[in-house]
């Protein structure tokens, strides 16, 4: 069964590994031993919070992408969607509903 733990050392690990780095230069630039790292991605024990920001720090990502992979891209689209493409929409809907009149400026 997935969990948010399991959700977050296959995130951890995805985003380590694509950023090119090993455990022992995360854990350099986190400024904690190997031994946490590896630890967490043996799933022996959970990261506090602390560590969890200076993790997502390394990997230069949101925080909330090690739990939910690519969140802030998610939640970036979202709020496109609503800004941008959900008000040219609503706006043409109501052009379409309720044509401007011919004295209208």
């Known amino acids: 069964m997935k969990t948010y733990e399991t959700d977050f050392v296959d995130n951890?690990?995805?985003y380590r590994t694509q950023k090119g780095l090993s455990?022992?230069?995360l854990s350099g630039i986190c400024?904690?031993?190997k031994s946490t790292i590896s630890g967490i991605e043996a799933?022996?024990?959970?990261p506090s919070f602390e560590l969890i920001l200076k993790i997502a720090y390394a990997l230069e990502i949101h925080p909330a992408d090690l739990f939910l992979r690519n969140a802030s891209d998610t939640r970036a689209e979202l709020n496109r969607f609503f800004k941008h493409d959900l008000q040219t929409m609503m706006t043409k809907m109501v052009e379409e509903r309720?044509?401007?009149m011919e004295n209208d400026c």
């Open 43 to 46: 799933r022996k024990h959970f």
């Open 31 to 33: 400024e904690c031993g």
């Open 98 to 100: 309720y044509p401007p």
């Open 12 to 14: 951890m690990v995805f």
């Open 23 to 25: 455990q022992l230069e």
